[in-house]
């Protein structure tokens, strides 16, 4: 081969290799950050599932003598099962099975129809009623504690729910969602949340959202634990709740 045309190709190959040195770069940087982003979004995953692993099993066991107490109540007021198992959505959409002692006569289902109009929750998505009749005596004194919703703790350790997160709503609630509204089914629902310990069912439904979407943005395991320490007194002292 010619000499100066060997050179001519070794340069050329040679500036080919210049030009594609910062694209693999550019490249083995962008690979490098997405890699330490996932690996920090999936182990504080991770760090939340394990936590509502261990306190969901440790809840379940100090509060045993509560749940059978309560069980015992509810048989003796009225007939028909303790628990309430009522369909929810979940994150995404997904829907699954939500525990709940039962709180209301068998029939409440059937009645809420003829009750709809007296809905006390501004914004019409959800439904509230201070003085509802279809609620028992003893599921009115669960309900001011949200001793009704301690069955959901077996929601959380079947990966359902989360200790922490935005309630779950009902499918028919879901349906009137906006897209906005939509924003709290991007997280794993929980027993509690930060509107749970700002005035529960006092809030009006778009408040509520609007701080479920804060807790959303800003989740951290710590930001769990406070909220799990701040729902203690909130629910001993029953504000809000009905």
């Known amino acids: 081969m010619n000499e100066d045309i060997r050179r001519r190709i070794i340069r050329h190959y ?4 210049l030009r594609w ?9 962008f690979h490098s950050r997405r890699f330490i982003w996932l690996s920090a979004v999936r182990g504080a995953a991770l760090s939340k599932r394990l936590f509502d692993i261990v306190g969901s099993l440790f809840l379940l066991l100090m509060l045993s003598p509560i749940l ?33 002692f039962r709180s209301m006569h068998q029939d ?13 929750m501004a914004g019409g998505v959800t439904f509230k009623l201070k003085d509802d009749p279809r ?15 301690l069955p959901q703790l077996l929601n959380v350790l079947n990966g359902d729910m989360s200790l922490v997160g935005p309630r779950p709503a009902v499918p028919s609630e879901v349906q009137m969602y906006s ?5 709290r089914l991007d ?3 929980g027993i509690t949340c930060l509107w749970q310990v700002s005035g529960r069912s006092e809030l009006p439904f778009d408040k509520q959202v609007e701080l479920d979407i804060a807790y959303i943005n800003m989740q951290s395991l710590w930001l769990d634990i406070k909220l799990l320490l701040r729902t203690v007194p909130a629910v001993l002292s029953g504000r809000g709740a009905y």
């Open 21 to 29: 040195a910062p694209r693999l770069g550019h490249e083995l940087r």
């Open 108 to 120: 409440a289902e059937a009645r809420k129809a003829a009750l709809e109009s007296r809905n006390e």
């Open 187 to 189: 997280a794993v629902p």
């Open 68 to 100: 059978v107490m309560i069980a015992i109540m509810i048989k003796l007021e009225s007939p028909g099962s303790v628990f309430f198992k009522q369909t929810r959505v979940g994150k995404w959409g997904r829907t699954f099975g939500m525990y709940k």
């Open 14 to 17: 040679a500036a080919m290799g």
């Open 179 to 183: 897209m906005t509204d939509r924003q």
């Open 135 to 149: 609620i028992t005596r003893v599921g009115r004194f669960t309900r001011r504690h949200s001793l009704d919703e």
